[in-house]
């Protein structure tokens, strides 16, 4: 039997054109009444409102539910009402598309598998359930692989890359072998939140959108007593990372796992039979919070002054509004441009 808990819960061209377009943007707000398609509202979070040569205008963001927050995925340009100045924007001028490519969104995952001496039997399934999760990621995250037992730092077993198949290999070669039996749990989490902090900074400091998500498998509890719950606890919540945790059998500490996945999701495998589907579950939930980050740019025809921009879902509450300055805008803008960040 396999358990879900869904807390957080959200190719080829790099971007897709409307056939229509208008735009906008800015500080968070969001309505409460209901909606025809939902029973809340949609919020537009950690936005982030760029302007830049000849007359691009670039807004990225997370969408989500305003109720638990569930991210709202796979939305194309014309689900979302986008004016500048109160008006519509032909898809003529603007070109406006949402940009799909490493340089406007990365997503990197740590995926940490528990390889204490309880897990070791179970290897194989083990194994097959991770690539799994690996097989069914969307918009090819940036995935680095880790093992932990008792020892005080994980083993890295393949840095970030975006080749999944890397990846799938790693975990095939993943040894069945007892270094220290013991379970240093906590330790990993925190590690594992500290490198996709890291990559965050770096990743952000070029002006692209970041995701950070933790994949965390254990059958057990923390046994070394190396790091506390609540170092551990505290690591997740000070980050902007998204912890999804998976469990397998009854000697896990189901509520430590639950406030762990709180910023993600958690999924509960009673046996080895269920593991597959615990590790698919957790793959889905991951590639849904990446499709609910949006990054969404046209160009604009102002030429001079500051200009009002709004960003709404029809059908839903929830409003977005910002402001940019179009002083030094030029003609000669092209969809190509939009990957070009100030």
């Not at 969408?63 to 689900?79: F, H, I, N, Y």
């Not at 896990?252 to 639950?258: A, G, K, S, V």
């Amino acid at each position: 039997m396999t358990t879900f808990v869904d807390s957080v819960i959200r190719r080829a061209p790099w971007l897709r054109l409307a056939g229509w377009a208008s735009l906008c943007l800015g500080p968070l707000a969001c309505g409460s009444a209901k909606s025809e398609h939902d029973d809340g509202c949609v919020q537009f979070s950690n936005p982030e409102l760029q302007s830049s040569p000849p007359s691009v205008v670039r807004v990225a963001f997370q969408l989500s539910e305003c109720e638990g927050a569930r991210p709202v995925p796979a939305m194309g340009l014309g689900d979302f009402t986008l004016e500048e100045d109160g008006q519509g924007i032909s898809s003529f001028e603007s070109g406006a598309a949402v940009v799909q490519d490493d340089r406007a969104f990365q997503q990197a995952l740590v995926i940490l598998l528990d390889l204490s001496g309880s897990v070791l039997g179970n290897l194989p399934e083990i194994k097959t359930a991770a690539k799994g999760l690996v097989e069914g990621l969307s918009r090819q995250p940036q995935v680095a692989l880790y093992t932990f037992d008792g020892r005080a730092e994980p083993e890295l077993r393949a840095d970030f890359t975006s080749d999944l198949s890397a990846i799938a290999t790693a975990i095939d070669r993943i040894p069945a072998e007892r270094v220290d039996t013991s379970t240093n749990l906590n330790g990993a989490v925190v590690r594992g939140v500290r490198r996709l902090e890291e990559r965050r900074v770096s990743v952000e400091a070029s002006g692209t959108l970041y995701a950070g998500a933790l994949a965390l498998f254990t059958d057990g509890t923390d046994r070394a007593a190396r790091v506390t719950e609540e170092a551990a606890l505290d690591a997740v919540h000070d980050s902007h990372v998204s912890v999804f945790a998976i469990g397998l059998g009854s000697e896990i500490d189901e509520p430590y796992l639950r406030h762990l996945g709180q910023s993600g999701a958690l999924a509960l495998a009673d046996d080895l039979g269920g593991l597959s589907d615990a590790f698919a579950q957790v793959g889905q939930a991951i590639s849904a919070l990446a499709n609910s980050y949006y990054v969404l740019a046209y160009c604009s025809p102002s030429r001079a002054n500051t200009h009002e921009l709004s960003l709404s879902v029809p059908g839903y509450r929830g409003l977005w509004t910002g402001s940019f300055d179009a002083s030094g805008f030029l003609g000669g803008c092209t969809p190509e441009d939009f990957l070009h960040t100030p």
